[in-house]
């Protein structure tokens, strides 16, 4: 088989704008279930809700850098309301992960048809950013592409740094890696699940409105990217963000470069393929350590 | 003698009584339940919502008149969640079974195929105005009043071949029965016509990232880029496939406002053949259709509006009209579809909002007046007119 590297090229380069989402949205979920191992499937609702409220700023005049802000704000108060309305009563009386899990899923599923009820399923657009297209000889992607990449990888890199130089993110690690000994050492488990709940939540509002802006806003659009992000997460080793970070571009660049020998609509299937793959040789994932 | 008189009037009249059988005996009128099996939830929602718009217009107009000769009409909606077979299973059966639904209007094509058996079973007329699969030919008890994807698909590629001199046609196409009855119907008609389909690519339903797709369609170099897909899906692939730099002529079988509007600047140029319903039109029935729809919810009806409002209006009307006429009950078992099989079979005229009848086949195929037509600025203008088979202009 003849390899096309114009194709080639292009899937890489279509990998990498998928990835960089992939890693964002990864993250974002990651840095809640490492943290409060919650499996928090309503982090779609999260970002439906943001990307909503990106547009109706941008729809009001408010420009879309506003637009961006608001989202972010939304989906921080979105989750918080989420721990402090489902997920906290729910631990304190004791249900187990699944229970929580449930209430999750049930949340999505009420959230998305309150959703339709209130805007109809139509799409919805975010204008506002100049959309033209960009051609690198073979290659081609558009500036709202480059918009997502930057953003993704800015806000990555932030808080990678956050996390590692400041108090609050080293209290967030501490919980992550042991509960009890961060407890021990005076670390506020609430106020952790909380941030936690925030900062992730804030991060997939900005990763609905790069959505809305490519594509569009709908009542039904926040699972197909939020299952990717678990993917990553679990690609790259639960607990570990440079891992969801890893796992997100490895993904994106696996279900894109799979278009070598497939057809494209097999995105899906060689998702799961490669999470399998890297499971069976390590389970703990691309950079999780393996428990002792 | 007079007592023998009355005694033989009263053992006539219980002769009478007991011969005819009581599903003869003529109704009064009452509640025609008419049951619907749309998207109402998921990707497709928003066909939904449309079409039970339209149906219920159509019901909401016949009750505010008295019904038809009587019988009034109460629409009981299902979700097949945009496309789930189980789920238009599930709905069709409690429709059929504990509804007791003499009608029911479907829409997509594996929903629609997937309730046909049990309809034909419980003798329930099915109308379906949104699925174009080519299965969907041929089937007891089916009558689509969209034309089909077979029928629609050739005329497109026949333009593009002819008018816009393409060569090598790559498919982008919905991986269902819809979507691949397009393709397979455009290959067919390429090889007839002498092009080359050089790129097939099926997509999900409901997708909105087509990178994959459209880079290997690109690395084919086509000259044109032949759609399959249908609703919002066709505005984010014209648009993704302009911004991955696919500059030839882009041409499909389907275009709606909000596809327009997700499109954006991309879907200038973009050219479709279809039976196209044009709420600006002049006739009678599009005028009454399109100002009570406007005026109950605030914006101009899209075909898909049209064509379930169509299916109360225009067709259930005539059919219980028909049925009331010789006396039957509409609401019984069987009725309706044995009524559109013999008004098919005569040939009726149904009305159509299209403007001008429409004729209805044997095959559950319909004949509605078509055309080419291409975006300009963000409307479709008409470019050429199929009349008897043939493109025109």
Same mark, same amino acid.
């Given at each position: ?7 080639? !090229? ?5 990998? +990498?704008? !998928?990835?960089?989402?992939?890693? +964002? ?35 009001? *005049? ?48 009420? *959230? ?56 609050? *993110? ?123 | ?13 219980? %002769? ?8 003869? &005996? ?5 509640? /025609? ?16 919502? =449309? ?19 009587? #019988? ?25 079974? =504990?509804?007791?639904?003499? $009608? ?27 699925? =174009? ?25 026949? #333009? ?13 196409? #919905? ?21 080359? &389909? ?20 690109? %690395?084919?170099?086509?000259? &044109? ?18 911004? /991955? ?9 389907? #275009? ?9 600047? %991309? ?47 225009? =067709? ?7 049925? $009331? ?15 559109? %099989? ?52």
């Amino acid at each position: 088989m003849d390899l096309d590297l114009g194709l080639a !090229a292009q899937l890489a380069v279509n990998g +990498l704008i !998928a990835g960089s989402l992939y890693a +964002l949205l990864g993250v974002s979920w990651g840095l809640v279930f490492a943290t409060t191992r919650i499996f928090h499937f309503a982090h779609a609702l999260t970002l439906t809700v943001a990307a909503y409220v990106a547009v109706l700023t941008a729809a009001a *005049g408010l420009g879309l850098g506003l637009g961006f802000a608001a989202a972010a704000l939304a989906g921080s108060l979105c989750g918080l309301a989420i721990e402090l309305g489902v997920y906290r009563p729910l631990r304190r009386v004791q249900a187990t992960q699944l229970n929580i899990f449930l209430a999750s899923l049930g949340l999505l599923i009420a *959230g998305e048809s309150v959703l339709l009820i209130l805007f109809g399923p139509e799409a919805s657009t975010l204008p506002g950013f100049p959309l033209e297209g960009i051609v690198l000889g073979p290659v081609a992607f558009t500036t709202i592409e480059a918009l997502w990449m930057g953003t993704a990888w800015a806000l990555v890199g932030g808080l990678v740094l956050w996390l590692r130089l400041t108090r609050w *993110g080293r209290a967030i690690r501490a919980v992550a890696s042991n509960p009890e000994l961060a407890q021990c050492v005076g670390v506020d488990r609430a106020r952790v699940f909380l941030l936690v709940f925030a900062v992730g939540s804030g991060l997939v509002g900005i990763g609905g409105a790069l959505l809305a802006l490519r594509d569009t806003a709908s009542p039904f659009m926040g699972v197909t990217p939020i299952l990717a992000a678990f993917i990553a997460v679990f690609l790259g080793g639960i607990g570990s963000i440079p891992g969801a970070v890893v796992g997100g571009v490895v993904l994106g660049l696996a279900e894109n470069m799979g278009g070598l020998v497939l057809p494209g609509h097999w995105q899906g299937v060689i998702a799961f393929v490669v999470l399998f793959a890297v499971l069976v040789v390590r389970p703990a994932g691309l950079l999780g350590i393996a428990p002792r | 003698m007079r007592r023998l008189l009355s005694a033989t009037a009263l053992i006539v009249l219980l %002769a009478l009584l007991v011969a005819v059988p009581a599903g003869r &005996v003529p109704a009064a009128g009452g509640t /025609l339940k008419v049951g619907m099996i749309l998207a109402m939830t998921g990707p497709g929602a928003f066909y939904g919502q =449309v079409m039970s718009r339209g149906a219920g217009l159509a019901a909401e107009q016949i009750n505010q008149g008295g019904g038809i000769e009587g #019988w009034k009409v109460e629409l009981l909606i299902e979700d097949h969640k945009s496309g789930d077979a189980d789920a238009a299973v599930s709905g069709g059966r409690k429709l059929m079974d =504990v509804d007791k639904v003499p $009608v029911i209007l479907t829409s997509y094509s594996a929903p629609t195929l997937a309730i046909q058996p049990l309809a034909v079973e419980k003798k329930v007329l099915l109308l379906n105005g949104g699925g =174009v699969g080519s299965a969907l030919v041929g089937k007891p008890n089916l009558y689509n009043t969209r034309m089909l994807s077979s029928q629609t698909a050739p005329f497109i590629i026949e #333009w593009a071949v002819k008018k816009l001199g393409a060569r090598r046609v790559a498919t982008l196409f #919905w991986n269902d029965t819809a979507g691949q009855g397009v393709n397979a119907a455009m290959k067919a008609t390429c090889a007839r016509l002498g092009c080359q &389909v050089v790129a097939e690519e099926p997509h999900d339903i409901g997708a909105k990232t087509y990178s994959a797709q459209l880079a290997r369609i690109k %690395a084919r170099r086509p000259d &044109v880029l032949a759609l399959g897909n249908f609703g919002d899906d066709v505005g984010y692939a014209v648009n993704q496939a302009r911004a /991955l730099g696919l500059t030839g002529p882009i041409v499909g079988v389907e #275009w709606t406002p909000n596809a327009q509007k997700i499109g954006g600047d %991309a879907m200038q140029d973009y050219t479709i053949a279809v039976d196209r319903f044009d709420p600006a039109a002049s006739d009678p029935n599009t005028r009454r259709f399109v100002d009570a729809y406007r005026a109950r919810h605030g914006e101009a009806p899209e075909f898909y509006a049209a064509n379930y409002y169509e299916h109360v209006q225009h =067709v259930l009307r005539p059919l219980v009209q028909r049925i $009331v006429k010789r006396g039957g009950n509409p609401a019984e078992p069987g009725a309706l579809a044995a009524e559109m %099989a013999r008004a098919v079979q005569e040939g009726f005229a149904f009305q159509s909002v299209y403007g001008g009848p429409m004729q209805l086949g044997a095959d559950g195929t319909v004949a509605k007046p078509m055309g080419v037509y291409t975006v300009k600025g963000t409307e479709l203008t008409l470019v050429g007119r199929i009349v008897g088979g043939k493109i025109e202009g």
